[in-house]
């Protein structure tokens, strides 16, 4: 059976190896929350945020490509979930309401992004007062996994907590339950140009 990409994200998403009901449990949203997923892929995480915060709450599946944002509308229409709007976007910013988001989400984009640290200090604007911003992507690759990881496709940590000092943030949690992947939760910081 031939699987579509979007369908490839979902399946890798869903797998249990990658904890996705551990990481909706830290997230901890509440109702009525609004999350912004960017680079939502098949939309796996943009359903389960839909879920959790209910009718009067919204999520906004965002992504460059136009055919997930597609594959995303159809299974939100299946399931009747009617909170999800999505937006295509480009590669270097997203527009979204100003100061309209709890939380922001991003599962293995952050080594897709060419100026990460300029694309992070623009989502501020968008973050309610306490909004936070969650970036889970691959760890560097231990040496005898690189000559099959596809190349680059991981952030290391400490890049990641740098980018977003640079760009005014400060760390609020780390979680390492993830065996692939860093789980970091940034806050803006207080002074943070
Ligand atoms: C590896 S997939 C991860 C998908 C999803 N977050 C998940 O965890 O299943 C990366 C996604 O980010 C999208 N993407 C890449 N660069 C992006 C950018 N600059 N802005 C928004 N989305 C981007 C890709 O189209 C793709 O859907």
Known sequence: MMFSKAEMFNRKASHPKYRANEIMKVLALSEGAVVADIGAGGGYFAMRFAETVGSEGKVYAIDTDR????????????????????????????????????????????????????????????????????????????AVMRFISPIGHYAEERFIRETMRKAGYVLVESHDFLPEQSFNIFQAAENGK
């Open 67 to 142: 055919k997930l944002l597609a594959y995303i509308e159809k299974c939100a229409e299946k399931n009747r979930i009617a909170n999800i709007e999505t937006i295509l976007t480009g590669e270097r910013g997203v527009v979204l309401p100003e100061q309209s988001c709890d939380l922001i989400f991003l599962r293995n984009v952050f080594h897709h992004l060419r100026q990460p640290e300029d694309y992070f200090r623009s989502l501020k604007n968008f973050l309610r007062p306490k909004g936070r911003v969650a970036v889970i992507d691959y760890k560097k690759p231990r």
